[in-house]
């Protein structure tokens, strides 16, 4: 690649490249995002490559392997444009139809469609199932038709023109206005304003200044910034560069979590092929500019993600946060320069707000949030996958319209948010708005988008119990209040799961609660508490089941309840009785079969494998 | 030539009193300037601060006495005007429940026992345990910072967070110094009081026992039993 | 491991002190795990106090400081793969093998790992078993694969 020594060469060379693409008849994009390639994506990559070679097609067809679709739940996922078709659950047998029938002849394969699962409804277009009909693609635009490893697909849907409109005159300081009349406020969570942290580090004592993407994705269930990284990675650089610029930094890091082996891949190749191109390293684009960034890696740790201990990580240490409230990272953060640190996705708004003016974007969403936001929908739910919304949709939308509800006809109970710093919001409470204020009123919060749909089958001091021991795995141990808090949380959590709990250990609970918040050294001790507190809150009837009748009402926590079989429901087909792996499970073939008790593990096995629904939870 | 370097100073009110204090002053330093004393575990006068204990908690304002937020005045350095109480009701809950939590850690480490005390814990609601360390960190500290060593550090992380040379053998980067030794608060022969009248325990006397951290507990020490020397 | 493996992966990241983990993890690729003679090695080379380098190794859950099994099994213990129920295809998984997390199976067979998300929620509960992903994970579909790999 040839490198570009002026924004006229960007120009040229994106003018070429549009010209290529426009000779395409046909785009069929395949989702190359981790999960569809768990279902094999890549192979169905080369099965089609193979069978539009076979066919002569190269000229007329472009092949694009690329960032997710959103739309997990079908994945493996195919679509065309542009005609907006849509197949999901593809596999390698369906390659060749597709090529013949709806490639060269026009014609829409019926069976590989969506099929809506309450009307039986085939619905041939994207833009017309209910999982995308209600979505806003801004960040997630045109993801679907970009190869992360081709710069050229970035390119064609208006790459690097962003860094190139500040390069044409923009001074840093009109950047950051732009950026503050936009609202962008921080994605990771804390919903900071973005151009008060860039003004802050510009305007910070010191030559050396630095920037850092921070892509230590660690809620569990949440996945949009990996999305982000690996399918669209120059849009972060962009978003990078355009920081540089307004703040004053030379060097930038993105900070991968070790778990995200193609996320760091992608980047890393971005990063080579933007210093080949001259859009990273030395006088970019002829303008006197230097800028380059370099992918560290995690290792994990979800502790990495709070920006002090990202910083200590980052210089080679141990994860753990600096008790530096006097002083904030804009002032001293990577050794002790002033330091810029944003996450992948508030990164990824940048070049978008720069291309279609801070006018266009403020429109979008809520007063006081503005823009998108992705969600990972995730959990007990139909359609899960990553959805993009304005700021101010409805937790009803997002599950219901976009996320189809709850599948075997149960219901919402409550949905997790923020991560393990954030909380359940109840059923009764779907209809509150999701943006960065309002879930923080009702004691979770937005968080990064990680949201998980519970049914009336999850037990809510499970859940409590599960965030807790999760974060005291995680806590660095630096300080009391965290590291023996969690401790003893998950002791009292585990007692009463496993038939110890007393109601004084309620009340402990939430003394600890007021120590840990106040008093711990970083966020993930001071947020600890918030799964404890937020299912109390909401759901303290079935603590009180717990240690009281010791029962638990959902059916979940092995130690209070009992499994057995409905004799009435019952046909003796002995399936269990085949799966059991304690031999637990008594009966004559034809005749109602029971559990024996005391032999009884509560594995689940027998439910799951009962066509008949006769295995029951008391 | 004489080259001054100006320091600037920031009004910090303490419990009442105000004074000026230095730039980069901590507010725990401020405090023992006008004779306020705030209670602390993990820090020596001498070392940097470390922050884990949460003990010297303080309630700190930045804000002409608006908001209050808690910190540690140990680490807390003064960069503009603050307000600070250093004895609130919100600070002796916390203090109490930090109180409760280490010595249901380490019931038999004279310095938790007596933090404990000091608060007015008489009852444990926690299951205790029996940790001779209270990961303070001043064996790191003294042996990274006073004697040039580098040969304890913190190990693995969260409840599983250790002291302890590499590999758990005594280092070729330590220096016989004994250090760490003496300032460590857990090594302390807890006073287990006289059982019957007239009774002699003859515990202090036994200052020869090995440090409670050792054996193969936390570090390598300087007795015998240490491979090192074999 | 050769010494001369563990300074031509240090020379590739510049000996730079920022990349230490990175360093360790392509270190670990070879043997799967890092020994006290890497470690001591790699302190030498970039000149870090052992202390810290085994600060840093014992910090991070993805550093192993012992042998693993010959076959790496990690489950997903995300929330949302917890709510498909991960947490007792787990308790399956250790009692079929008699293994605990972060443990080795006694024929040095399989090492068993917990892993707190790995970014692939809509398809969990999930299961990687030697860099492979296995969604949508029930017990039984686990031992299948687990007596395929044995064999």
Redesign the interface.
Known sequence: MKRLESIKDLERLRETIVAKNNTYEKTLSICGE??C???GSESLRQAFEREIQEKGLTDKIKLVFSGCHGF??Q?PIVTIEPDGIFYGKISEKDVASIVSETLINGKIIDSLLYEDPDTGEKIPYEKDIPFYKTQKKVVFNNHDLIDPTKFEDYMNFDGYQAICKVFSGMSPDQVITEIKESGLRGRGGGGFPTWQKWNSCRKAKGGTKYIICNCD???????MD?SILEGNPHLVLEGMLIGAFAIGSKEGYVYVR???PLAWENAGLAIEQARELGLLGENILGTGFDFDIEV????????CGESTALVA???????EPR?????HTVDSGLWNKPTNLNNVETWANVPIIINNSAAWYSQIGTPLSKGTKIF?L???IRN??LVEVPMGTTLREIVYDIGGGIPDGFEVKAV?TG?PSGGCIPNRLLDLPVDFDELTKVGSMMGSG?M?V?DEK?CMVD?AR??VK?L??????????C??????MD?ILTDIIEDQGTM?EIE?LE??A??MK????CGLGKTAPNSVLSTLEYFRDEYVAHVEQKKCPAGVCTALITYSINPEVCTGCGACLR?C?YDAIEGEKRKPHHIVTELCKK???CM?VCKFGAVEIT | MFVTTEVSTYLAEIDGFQMKIDEGTTILDAAHQCGIHIPTMCYLEGLSP??????C?VE?STDGGKTF????SC?????RPIIVKTDTP?IR??RK??AE??V??APNVKLAQDIAARFGINQV???MEDNRCL?CGLCVRICDEHMGGKALG?V??????KVSAPFAIRSELCLNCGGCDSICPGKMIPCQGVKEPGELCGKCLRLEEMPFCCPMGTFGCFCENNPLDQ | MEFSMVDSIIDKHRC???????I??DIQEQDGYLSQYVLRRVADKMK?PIT?IY??AT?????NLVPQGRHNITVC?????????S??LL??IMS?LDVEPEGTTEDGEFTLNV??????????P?IVIDGK???KM???KTKNLLIKCRS
């Open positions: 981790t999960g390639r768990v279902y997990c739940e994945g994705e660690g809620d569990p269930g949440a996945f990996r070790h778990e995200y560290a890696r995690g290792g994990g740790a979800f502790v990580s980052l210089e080679g240490g141990a994860g008790d530096k409230q006097h002083l990972s995730v959990g007990k899960t996958g997790q991560g990680g998980i519970m999850t859940v599960y965030f999760f005291k795995e995680e806590s660095c141990g630096k300080c009391l209040p590291r023996e808090g969690l401790k003893r002791e004084g402990l003394e600890l007021f120590v106040e008093a711990s050294l799966d792996p594995c689940g096995t799951d | 470390y922050g884990g204990c949460r003990i908690s700190v937020r808690v910190a540690a680490s807390y350095e003064i960069h919100r809950r916390i429940m930090l939590l280490l249901a850690s609601r926690f299951k990961l913190f693995g992380r969260g409840p599983e967070k | 730079k002190s920022w990349a230490l983990i990175s360790l993890q870090i810290r600060g840093v910090f991070y859950k993805t550093l213990s995300g929330t949302a793969c917890h709510v498909r129920g947490n007792r308790k399956e079929f892993v707190n998300c790995l970014g692939a929620c809509a398809i969990g999930v992903y296995h969604g029930s017990a039984s």
